[in-house]
């Protein structure tokens, strides 16, 4: 809307997206990051808040109850924007319904996900009330290391025989970094 002393709005948006690498790093600063910046005050940091909100629940609601999942790409975007530039761990499950339209995609672990944070249990309970048939399992490595580690591929065996178990069908894992993805599907995991 308005810039600070000295430069107008588009100048700021500019230096703004050059700080944080980016718009996807602009749109995933937090408050404090933003509170680091000369010129930016309560008020436009509500606004640059507010706009990631509204892209966020946009992209999901684009996903949720609408698109057909038929490889990651299909999600990738939204996964990007919502996940890529986190600094902690988050262990997400997009739930997909038997024609792979997702039924919902919900953050069930936040902190260092490894083999005791994340219950298979409570996710095939989960699946189960919304009746899903398909699960996507998604996880962030802040580090930006997209090779998986020795306790991402052993959560991934639990969790892949957990809902092969009752009938749920495991159709990918992702690791989502700031600098890419992969898919446990594509590399032969699944």
Do not use: W
């Amino acid at each position: 809307r308005s810039g600070i002393e000295g430069k107008d709005a588009v100048t700021l948006g500019r230096d703004l997206i050059k700080h944080f690498g980016g718009l996807r790093g602009l749109l995933s600063a937090g408050r404090n990051d933003l509170e680091k910046i000369k010129g930016l005050g309560t008020a436009k940091i509500a606004q640059l808040l507010a706009a990631t909100e509204i892209a966020k629940r946009q992209l999901k609601e684009e996903i949720v109850g609408k698109t057909v999942i038929n490889g990651p790409e299909d999600v990738l975007e939204y996964l990007a924007l919502t996940m890529s530039n986190l600094k902690e761990e988050v262990f997400k499950v997009i739930y997909l319904d038997s024609a792979n339209a997702v039924l919902a995609a919900e953050d069930l672990f936040k902190g260092t996900v490894d083999q005791s944070a994340v219950y298979p249990r409570e996710i095939i309970k989960r699946a189960f009330g919304l009746n899903a048939s398909g699960l996507i399992f998604v996880h962030n490595h802040p580090s930006g290391s997209l090779k998986p580690s020795k306790h991402d591929l052993s959560l991934n065996d639990k969790l892949v025989n957990a809902c092969r178990a009752v009938d749920l069908t495991p159709l990918d894992h992702l690791i989502i970094g700031p600098t890419g993805h992969v898919s446990f599907k594509e590399k032969g995991f699944i």
